[in-house]
């Protein structure tokens, strides 16, 4: 029986090569979902900045012109009237009164008396002061909390670069998810923290997957070069990446197509983080990142001794050709977007990739992986010192 | 990794089993699981927004509380002087203290031994922690006494506690069915009433603090006279019905806590709508003092500061009864009973949040949290059957243990389900699947390199073990962190989150192998079909 193949076996793309894109591409989404948050905003719910909601179902088609009139009438302050889900499902929104927790129950009081009992009271959600500014604080807190939590874990089970690249990774996710939140003016209330926090949960899965695998080849194939080494790890793990991302998707579609209106928000937001950003930045951003925080700078030909050595300890000199120290961007630069950065961080990459060219094409590889189809690295042209012939490893 | 003892595989299939049947008596009606012994019956509870109901956060007022307590702490300096027969100025509440002047200098040592007698050592966690209730300064004739932090916390715990009871009484009276009220953080009340739909009634009832007072009311000047100049020491300006106002003396003659029953009924002669009510034998002494000493005069009966009505004392009443009349309607009559059978709230209460679904909302809901989670994992399954083929359905066989081993777990805990909750769970599901489609690519991919089938499914099931516990561990912390700051729906998504994850870690470490192990042990396969 054939068998669904979505990924072929044996890819062979280079991922890496899309580094000087993607990490442009990323800083200006994230500047772009930023500035989004401050001029945008962001539509928050009644859980954060407090008022009242009431969801009511009219007898027949809802007549939203006279119910706002009815409303105003009231004086309330400002108030938002607009249709939920079907066309007699009416959601009323009421800002905080001022007054104190007790003005909240006066304002329904009004509203439940001005409507009657022509309607059906689905919902109502008040929410106080005091219990917004406490929400809003918990949100903020716990989102904080759980990011330092979890790079806490990743420090523990990998090496600080890899924590740290997570978290930039998935801290850009979640950027970036506020951004679409803000552009698309969901409710940004508790349920939207919940889904904030889960996409960066299962975001950080992705690239913890990928991470894993990126750490047994370091353990692996000592000679290999980064980008070439990464390419490798994201495309043995695409197979899984793409299947899994696949069967999240289908459980989130059926979620959003039936889940129903009060958590479509929740949904929508889930789908966007998790689909579409969490798979691109695993790939693009997360790995890439490593070359740059300095991951594996003493490949070439030196062996890597136990996992607990940094990767960026100085190579000792008589055979580790280690190349530009003085070009090494400063572990924990954490930034490396900026396009002249990437012109500087972007050439110690090829110079080191430049050494391990001929090697690519199958000395170092144990009969497990076939790398022959990588393509060759560039040849380092601007790095004076590669073209030292005495420091090309022998016999590779 | 393929190897099982009988008695390992045994003791796994009989944990799932077990916790699996923990979701059993969510199948059966109320009824029917009510006659089961009691550890069979733990079962789901649904969440307000899946069953409709109201939840009320109600604040209980510290500064009342305070307010109260520093009046209280006057009254006992007053007397506790006045027996002494120690002369004094000034005796008045200043921001959180009272202070008194002593006129006499040498009354000071012996006016401070009976003060200092007013302080109480407070209780800490292992007997008296050290601290007393109330701090007491001197300074050149002029004492202030200052309830302390502690006492202050534990005066408020207290009136939550009483609160808490005072509430159940009202609420029970209401009839209203298995309501949860509990206690939240230092000063706060969780109401929950499934099923209520219109919280109105219950929120007037809780938002009154059913205070009453029999006092006199002062007639020595009219209250206009009295707004205009200043009312005398021991008196007070209060509102009646309509806008009227009375000169109420402050002291109290008898108050609402003496009384034993309150019932609505109607007047005799006018039929208008009124509240009976009859004293214990102390309330009735002191009324019938009361009454005596004031035949002929106006006496008010005061409700939550406002006075409901002033009738005069036409003669003595030495049975201890009496009724309230005050333009009641019927409703408000009843209510009224209700409060004052209850007794009165020790302090007020406003309600800070609140959150009422309706149970139509409640239906859909449910229905379409069910629609969901049957089409998400319809098309899970399928497409893990088109993907991996046999092994797919061993996966799928495993994942469906986890939903059940969910809802076990969830039975077992009597946690609350709630929509978020429910989409919690489709997100488990395909979530779950990842683990067991991280174990097939890596025997995949070991079946690529050349190994036999045993060792590459061998292989693939040890490679792959560590990285899914590591992936599914960086959810957890999310889902553990999101308990720790969600309130109601948002924390049972987190706690259907974080079930998901820990029983999806079971089933791929334990389920899947030794599915998989049996079926390699059965076929002995040659290659594997993945």
């Known amino acids: 029986m054939r068998l669904l193949r979505i990924v072929p076996d044996d890819t062979k793309f280079d991922f890496m090569r899309f580094r000087r894109i993607s990490f442009p591409i990323s800083a200006m989404l994230s500047i772009a979902a930023i500035l989004l948050y401050f001029f945008h905003g962001l539509n928050f719910g009644i859980d954060f900045v407090g008022g009242t909601l009431i969801e009511v179902e009219t007898k027949g088609a809802a007549d939203l012109a006279q119910m706002r009139s009815t409303i105003a009438g009231l004086h309330l302050g400002d108030f938002q009237l607009q249709q939920f889900g079907a066309p007699n499902d009416v959601l009323i929104r009421i800002s905080e009164q001022p007054g104190g927790d007790a003005a909240q129950q006066e304002a329904v009081q009004k509203v439940r008396g001005a409507l009657g009992s022509d309607v059906d009271y689905r919902r109502v959600e008040v929410v106080g002061p005091s219990v917004s500014t406490e929400l809003l604080a918990y949100g903020t807190i716990g989102l904080v909390l759980a990011i330092g939590a979890i790079l806490v874990y990743l420090w523990f089970r990998f090496e600080w670069q890899f924590a740290l690249g997570a978290m930039i990774a998935n801290v850009h996710d979640l950027v970036l998810t506020v951004g679409f939140m803000s552009l698309t003016r969901v409710d940004f209330d508790l349920t939207s923290i919940a889904a904030l926090l889960t996409i960066l949960g299962y975001s950080l899965n992705d690239t913890v997957v990928i991470y894993d695998r990126i750490r047994e080849m370091l353990r692996r194939y000592k000679r290999m070069s980064m980008p070439d080494l990464l390419n490798a790890s994201i495309n043995a793990t695409l197979s899984r990446s793409i299947v899994n991302h696949l069967t999240v998707s289908l459980s989130l579609l059926a979620l959003l197509l039936f889940g129903g209106q009060a958590i479509r928000s929740f949904t929508a937001t889930m789908m966007f983080g998790v689909v579409l950003v969490g798979t691109y930045t695993s790939v693009f951003i997360a790995s890439p990142i490593l070359i740059y925080l300095g991951v594996g700078r003493t490949r070439q030909g030196e062996p890597e001794g136990t996992e607990a050595a940094t990767p960026v300890a100085p190579p000792t000199a008589p055979s580790a050709p280690n190349l530009e120290p003085a070009q090494v961007p400063p572990p924990g630069q954490a930034a490396p977007r900026k396009a002249r950065d990437l012109a500087a961080a972007d050439l110690s990459g090829l110079a080191g990739s430049g050494q391990s060219s001929p090697p690519a094409s199958g000395c170092l590889a144990p009969a497990r992986l076939d790398l022959s189809g990588f393509a060759p690295q560039r040849p380092a042209a601007p790095a004076t010192a590669i073209r030292d012939p005495a420091l090309q490893p022998a016999g590779l | ?530």
């Open chain 2, 1 to 530: 990794m393929l190897f099982f003892t009988r008695w390992r595989a045994a003791a796994i299939l009989i944990t799932a089993l077990v916790v699996c049947l923990f979701a059993v008596p969510n199948f059966f009606p109320e009824s029917t699981v009510r006659k089961w012994p009691s550890w069979a019956q733990r079962h789901i509870v649904l969440g307000l927004d899946l069953q409709g109901g109201s939840h009320l956060l109600l604040e209980v007022d510290s500064n009342a509380v305070r307010k109260e307590r520093l009046q209280g702490l006057a009254d006992d300096v007053l007397r506790e002087l006045r027996a002494a027969r120690i002369p004094f100025t000034g005796r008045a509440i200043h921001g959180n203290s009272v202070e008194v002047r002593i006129t006499r200098e040498t009354d000071i040592p012996t006016a401070m031994e009976k003060l200092r007698a007013l302080s109480q050592p407070l209780s800490g966690i292992l007997g008296t922690s050290g601290q007393r209730s109330i701090d007491i300064s001197e300074n050149g004739g002029l004492i202030t006494l200052t309830p302390s932090d502690a006492a202050v916390i534990e005066r408020i715990r207290q009136a939550v506690d009483q609160s808490i009871q005072i509430i159940e009484r009202r609420v029970n009276e209401l009839g209203l069915v298995e309501p949860t009220i509990q206690r939240e953080g230092a000063d706060r009340i969780l109401v929950q009433v499934p099923g209520l739909q219109d919280p109105s009634r219950l929120k007037e009832i809780l938002g009154k603090t059913a205070k009453l007072d029999f006092r006199m009311v002062d007639l020595s000047m009219t209250p206009e006279q009295a707004i205009g100049t200043h009312p005398p020491q021991d008196s007070e300006i209060l509102d009646g019905e309509k806008g009227s106002k009375y000169l109420i003396e402050k002291r109290v003659l008898v108050s609402g806590a003496d009384l034993t029953d309150a019932q609505p009924g109607f007047d005799q002669r006018t039929s208008e709508p009124i509240v009976s009510f009859r004293f214990n034998s102390t309330g009735a002494r002191k009324f019938a003092e009361a009454t005596q000493q004031n035949v002929g005069k106006p006496f008010a009966i005061v409700l939550d500061n406002k006075v409901i009505s002033a009738p005069v004392i036409r003669e003595p009443i030495l049975g201890g009864s009496g009724q309230i009349s005050g333009s009641f309607t019927v409703e408000q009559a009843n209510d009224l009973a209700i409060l004052l059978r209850a007794g009165a709230l020790p302090a007020p209460l406003t309600i800070i949040e609140e959150r009422t679904v309706g149970p139509g909302l409640g239906q859909d809901s449910i229905m379409a949290g069910e629609h969901a989670a049957y089409v998400g994992a319809a098309l899970v399954v399928f497409f893990m059957l088109v993907t991996y083929g046999l092994f797919g359905l061993f996966a799928n066989i495993a994942v469906g243990v986890n939903v059940a081993m969910i809802f076990g777990v969830l039975s077992m805990l009597n946690a609350t389900l709630t929509l978020p909750g429910i989409a919690g769970i489709v997100l488990t599901v395909g979530i779950a699947v990842d683990s067991n489609v991280l174990i097939y690519e890596r025997i995949r991919e070991e079946v690529r390199t050349g190994r036999s089938a045993i060792n590459a499914i061998d292989a693939g099931f040890s490679r792959a073990l560590a990285t899914i516990l590591d992936s599914n561990i960086t959810t957890f912390i999310a889902a553990a962190v999101l308990f720790y700051i969600g309130t109601g729906p948002v924390r049972g998504f987190a706690v259907t989150l974080g079930i998901g994850i820990l029983t999806s870690l079971f089933t791929a470490f334990t389920l899947t192998r030794l599915i998989v192990a049996y079926w390699v042990r059965i076929w002995r396969p040659r290659t594997v079909p993945i």
